[in-house]
């Protein structure tokens, strides 16, 4: 699989995706890439992780975190991701770890790694 990125244009095997704000990561997971959008500070912007399967066709868009967790008062985008135990690891600026499924984008899990 031939992946390219050139600030905000990702190209998966010859297929081009352009998003609003440039890419900061992406990881392979599988036959999939997930992709971490960066998001400027005076940009409220959150829910910045998606997912493309090897013809760059967009497989989900990370679950809204007020949806998986309507008790969060504040939420904020994420600002790392990484790939553990075959599930997509993706920290917010204050430390909190959401673990999210690679095959649909939901979250299943919440933790505070600061």
Request: glycine share 6%.
């Amino acid at each position: 699989m031939e992946i390219k990125i050139n600030k905000n244009k990702l190209e998966i095997n010859g297929k081009e995706i352009t998003f609003t704000h440039n890419i900061r990561q992406f990881k392979t997971i599988g036959a999939d890439i997930a992709v971490l959008l960066e998001i400027p500070n005076n940009d409220d912007s959150i829910d910045n992780i998606y997912c493309y399967d090897k013809n760059g066709m967009i497989k989900w868009r990370v679950q809204p975190i007020r949806e998986a967790f309507p008790e969060m008062k504040r939420v904020y985008c994420y600002e790392q991701m990484n790939i553990k135990e075959g599930q997509i690891s993706a920290t917010d600026f204050y430390g909190r770890r959401f673990i999210i499924d690679p095959i649909d984008g939901r979250i299943v899990k919440k933790e505070i790694v600061k």
